[in-house]
């Protein structure tokens, strides 16, 4: 199945009425699926392992912004550092450290959100929303910036969980911009899937990752 370019634009018309960010999500889709919606605009891509970004990014257009979104493992942020345009999923402190580090390798500066876990699944990575008082070492990371934060809701039909837990990624977002952690106001609030984002976008998102409403399902192939 290829690209949905009649969701795809009616998607990219909603979001843009509502100044939210469209990012793809196109693991395990073939370079010719991501170029037919880079032909009609989109620059904004999301990818979940390393090794398939590498791939893609060798051979697709340079402007292309490509966002981290899997799980990143701190050995593996050498090889995306030098063109990664977001990294979405930082959980912890050492994957904190190690992005510093490589960026100032770079003498760059890597644009990074962190991870919140709202989902009562055990599964799900992430900071606990009181950890962001704690971050102080943020401070003495000059490789990093922190341009605000992200979650994934429990996979559910429940809608009330859903949203309750939404809520409790804007609540964290929102006290986050009063703390002295972060010098700046955090500008992204990176929430909401194919199955989710409408109630994320209500829930006050700025950012949602879309896959398989634009790309038909993600099964990885044989």
């Not at 580090?101 to 990074?112: E, F, P």
């Not at 409790?168 to 955090?186: G, I, P, V």
């Amino acid at each position: 199945m290829g690209v949905n370019i009649t969701a795809y634009k009616d998607i990219v018309k909603e979001l843009q009425a509502q100044k939210v960010t469209l990012v793809a999500v196109s693991k395990f889709k073939s370079a010719e699926d991501i170029m037919e919606l880079y032909e009609l605009g989109q620059r904004d891509f999301g990818e979940n392992f390393v090794q398939e970004l590498l791939l893609k990014q060798e051979v697709l257009p340079k402007d292309i912004r490509w966002h981290f979104i899997g799980h990143l493992q701190s050995n593996k942020v050498k090889y995306i550092a030098p063109f990664v345009h977001l990294i979405h999923g930082v959980d912890s402190k050492k994957l904190l450290a190690e992005i510093n580090k490589q960026a100032l390798k770079l003498d760059k500066v890597i644009h990074c959100l962190l991870q919140i876990h709202i989902a009562e699944e055990e599964t799900k990575f992430g900071f606990g929303s009181h950890e962001l008082s704690e971050l102080h070492e943020i401070h003495e990371l000059p490789g990093i910036k922190i341009d605000g934060l992200m979650g994934m809701a429990s996979f559910t039909d429940d809608e009330q969980k859903i949203k309750k837990e939404f809520g409790e990624l804007k609540k964290a977002f929102d006290r986050a911009n009063q703390l002295s952690t972060f010098n700046h106001q955090l500008s992204t609030l990176s929430m909401g899937m194919s199955s989710d984002y409408q109630l994320a976008i209500q829930s006050g998102s700025t950012m949602v990752r879309i896959g398989s409403l634009l790309f038909g399902s993600r099964n990885q192939p044989a």
